[in-house]
């Protein structure tokens, strides 16, 4: 969990109120948060990743202000209309295609303000933004840009500028090879042919994210008023929520937000979008998980304790809340108004005798036998994008898209666990050479003969990657398994878009197919930007353990 340093000073202006120092100490470990230590004027407290609004003096001060009932209730947020453009080039589609941008003025940045922006925007990028993988936040001072701002793609021989602390101009490949932030997050843009950059009228570079801003147009100082600040990345949504968290932090220390129009080929986006969400409450609900008796009233006075509103049998949501995805996330938040140190223990009224699982068992079994070839096990997402389980792989199967998805980069449930330990492979492609990965996880297909209409299976993937991986490497780890359980299998050829011709079979035991191996097709490699030959198998372990059981 990230770990934040607060001015007690600040939070306590912000909060409205000084509280004795064991008394704060209890109400914001209470809050949901790990209290570390409070030394002198600073506050440092561990914040749980699905709260990232809390990662500043003014995210946390709000919430805790809500939770002691000083400034209960919905905050709502407005930013104002203006003519700042931002256009998105398609150059930029393959390579970081989205921003949300927002411009803030009547600020007045002191050496602690300062140092509260940095803190959140470094927070941001390691947390919320997987440093600067899926997020990158550039803030500027608004003063030195010449409008429109334009965020294009660029050959990497074509961008020369000086980056923050250098004394010289650099090209974009001798920032990656000599600046210090280049040596961190190089690896971002590797293997791209054009880097992004956002441009103003004056083909001033402002930055190149998610790696630099630049020292001549992109350094906010001490007695910086109005700042201009960009997310881009590679889901809109996840942007504007991250925009959002960060544009009313400065809200909160007395500037206001105006909004930037951004342009793209067909359609234009106006940022930040301060709208409140609404989810339906069902109080029968929250009493059946909590064991409570809350009444309406209740639950009203509850959310509003957690900075939420409630209106017509619905909770209001704030704009910089994401991680409220479903009812029981707002039972969370009920819990922790209610207080965990309320609630009375009690036993349940059964009696039982406990005992491990048979197919929890047979899959820690299959995970030793794994571990002992010297795999690491990764654990993946349930959630994915339709692009991940189908274009990137080269099929056409159906997936079972989830209903009223926040997040188009998690809106279908996974066919196959492939997809998911390449991500992994390409996410880690800078590290050293063989990589060794195994999976075991639940896959969801659509059944007839399922009570629900889906079916959930625990699969087994298995993937080595290197200069020198072939079908034999991987074979040899399948068969062993087979082996080891004491059962007999043979694999059949077959032709899959996922896999070379002739290197791809189809894994069968009892005369049932219950799997597929094979050598990863270089087209589906380049769609994960894996540059190292992979051969990979699946095996349906539900199924072969159901063989087993006969």
């Given at each position: 969990?990230?770990?934040?340093?607060?001015?007690?000073?600040?939070f306590?202006?912000?909060?409205?109120?000084?509280?004795?120092l064991?008394?704060?100490?209890?109400?914001?470990?209470?809050?949901?948060?790990?209290?570390?230590?409070i030394?002198?004027?600073?506050?440092?407290?561990?914040?749980?990743?699905?709260?990232?609004?809390?990662?500043?003096?003014?995210?946390?001060a709000?919430a805790?202000?809500?939770?002691?009932?000083?400034?209960?209730g919905?905050?709502?947020?407005?930013?104002?209309?203006?003519?700042?453009?931002?256009?998105?080039?398609?150059?930029?589609?393959?390579?970081?295609?989205?921003?949300?941008?927002?411009?803030?003025?009547?600020?007045?940045?002191?050496?602690?303000?300062?140092?509260?922006?940095?803190?959140?925007?470094?927070?941001?990028?390691?947390?919320?933004?997987?440093?600067?993988?899926?997020?990158?936040?550039?803030i500027?001072?608004?003063?030195?840009?010449?409008?429109?701002?334009?965020?294009?793609?660029?050959k990497?021989?074509?961008?020369?500028?000086?980056?923050?602390?250098?004394?010289?101009?650099?090209?974009?490949?001798?920032?990656?090879?000599?600046?210090?932030?280049?040596?961190?997050?190089?690896?971002?843009l590797?293997?791209?042919?054009?880097?992004p950059?956002?441009?103003?009228?004056?083909?001033?570079?402002?930055?190149?994210?998610?790696?630099i801003?630049?020292e001549?147009?992109?350094?906010?100082?001490?007695?910086?008023?109005?700042?201009?600040v960009?997310?881009?990345?590679?889901?809109?949504?996840?942007?504007?929520?991250?925009?959002?968290?960060?544009?009313?932090?400065?809200?909160?220390?007395?500037?206001?937000?105006?909004?930037?129009?951004?342009?793209?080929?067909?359609?234009?986006?106006?940022?930040?979008?301060?709208?409140?969400?609404?989810m339906?409450?069902?109080?029968?609900?929250i009493?059946?998980?909590?064991?409570?008796?809350?009444?309406?009233?209740?639950?009203?006075?509850?959310?509003?304790?957690?900075?939420?509103?409630?209106?017509?049998?619905?909770?209001?949501?704030?704009?910089?809340?994401?991680?409220?995805?479903?009812?029981i996330?707002?039972?969370?938040?009920?819990?922790?108004?209610?207080?965990?140190?309320?609630?009375?223990?009690?036993?349940?009224?059964?009696?039982?005798i406990?005992?491990?699982?048979?197919?929890?068992?047979?899959?820690?079994?299959?995970?030793?036998?794994?571990?002992?070839?010297?795999?690491?096990?990764?654990?993946?997402?349930h959630l994915?994008?339709?692009?991940?389980?189908?274009?990137?792989?080269?099929?056409?199967?159906?997936?079972?898209?989830?209903?009223?998805?926040?997040?188009?980069?998690y809106?279908?449930?996974?066919?196959?666990?492939?997809?998911?330990?390449?991500?992994?492979?390409?996410?880690?492609?800078?590290?050293?050479?063989?990589?060794?990965?195994?999976e075991?996880?639940?896959?969801?297909?659509?059944?007839?003969?399922?009570?629900?209409?889906?079916?959930?299976?625990?699969?087994?993937?298995?993937a080595?990657s290197?200069?020198?991986?072939?079908?034999?490497?991987?074979?040899?780890i399948?068969?062993?398994?087979?082996?080891?359980?004491?059962?007999?299998?043979?694999?059949?050829?077959?032709?899959?878009?996922?896999?070379?011709?002739?290197?791809?079979?189809?894994?069968?035991?009892?005369?049932?197919?219950?799997g597929?191996?094979?050598?990863?097709?270089?087209?589906?490699?380049?769609?994960?930007?894996?540059?190292?030959p992979?051969?990979?198998?699946?095996?349906?372990?539900?199924?072969?353990?159901?063989?087993?059981?006969?």
């Open positions: 969990m990230p770990t934040v340093s607060l001015n007690k000073n600040e306590e202006r912000l909060v409205g109120k000084r509280f004795p064991e008394k704060l100490k209890e109400r914001i470990s209470m809050l949901g948060t790990d209290l570390e230590n030394e002198g004027d600073t506050i440092n407290v561990e914040v749980f990743p699905d709260r990232p609004d809390m990662l500043s003096e003014q995210g946390f709000r805790f202000s809500s939770f002691i009932g000083i400034k209960k919905l905050r709502e947020y407005k930013a104002k209309p203006s003519s700042y453009n931002v256009q998105v080039d398609s150059s930029v589609s393959s390579v970081r295609p989205y921003t949300a941008c927002c411009v803030v003025k009547g600020l007045s940045l002191s050496s602690e303000r300062l140092r509260e922006i940095i803190q959140i925007q470094e927070k941001l990028h390691v947390t919320y933004g997987r440093n600067r993988k899926k997020v990158a936040i550039g500027y001072p608004l003063d030195m840009i010449s409008w429109p701002v334009n965020f294009a793609g660029r990497p021989k074509d961008i020369v500028f000086r980056p923050l602390d250098a004394t010289k101009e650099l090209s974009a490949d001798g920032i990656l090879s000599l600046h210090p932030a280049g040596l961190e997050y190089g690896h971002l590797s293997g791209l042919s054009r880097y950059v956002f441009v103003d009228s004056k083909k001033s570079i402002l930055s190149m994210p998610p790696i801003n630049s001549d147009v992109g350094r906010v100082s001490e007695g910086t008023k109005d700042i201009f960009e997310c881009s990345g590679f889901d809109f949504d996840v942007l504007s929520l991250c925009l959002n968290i960060i544009a009313t932090a400065f809200i909160d220390m007395g500037g206001s937000v105006y909004e930037v129009t951004v342009h793209y080929d067909k359609k234009r986006v106006v940022t930040p979008e301060f709208a409140v969400k609404k339906p409450v069902d109080i029968y609900y009493n059946r998980v909590l064991g409570l008796s809350l009444k309406e009233k209740d639950v009203k006075s509850l959310l509003e304790r957690m900075g939420f509103s409630y209106s017509g049998g619905k909770a209001l949501i704030p704009c910089y809340r994401g991680d409220i995805l479903h009812q996330d707002i039972v969370e938040d009920i819990a922790i108004a209610y207080g965990y140190e309320n609630f009375s223990p009690s036993l349940p009224p059964v009696s039982t406990g005992g491990e699982d048979a197919v929890s068992l047979f899959e820690q079994q299959l995970g030793y036998l794994l571990a002992g070839f010297g795999i690491l096990e990764v654990c993946s997402y994915g994008s339709k692009e991940l389980y189908t274009k990137k792989v080269g099929l056409s199967e159906p997936v079972i898209s989830v209903g009223n998805s926040f997040n188009s980069e809106n279908v449930l996974r066919n196959r666990l492939l997809a998911n330990i390449l991500s992994v492979l390409s996410s880690n492609k800078h590290y050293e050479y063989p990589q060794r990965l195994f075991i996880g639940r896959v969801f297909t659509r059944s007839k003969s399922s009570e629900t209409g889906i079916l959930e299976s625990l699969h087994l993937c298995v080595i290197h200069a020198r991986a072939t079908y034999t490497e991987v074979r040899q399948l068969d062993f398994i087979f082996y080891s359980i004491g059962l007999s299998h043979n694999v059949v050829d077959v032709e899959s878009n996922m896999f070379i011709s002739g290197r791809a079979g189809s894994v069968k035991c009892k005369g049932k197919n219950v597929i191996i094979g050598e990863v097709h270089p087209k589906v490699l380049t769609s994960f930007g894996i540059e190292m992979t051969c990979s198998f699946e095996i349906d372990v539900s199924e072969i353990f159901s063989i087993l059981k006969k």
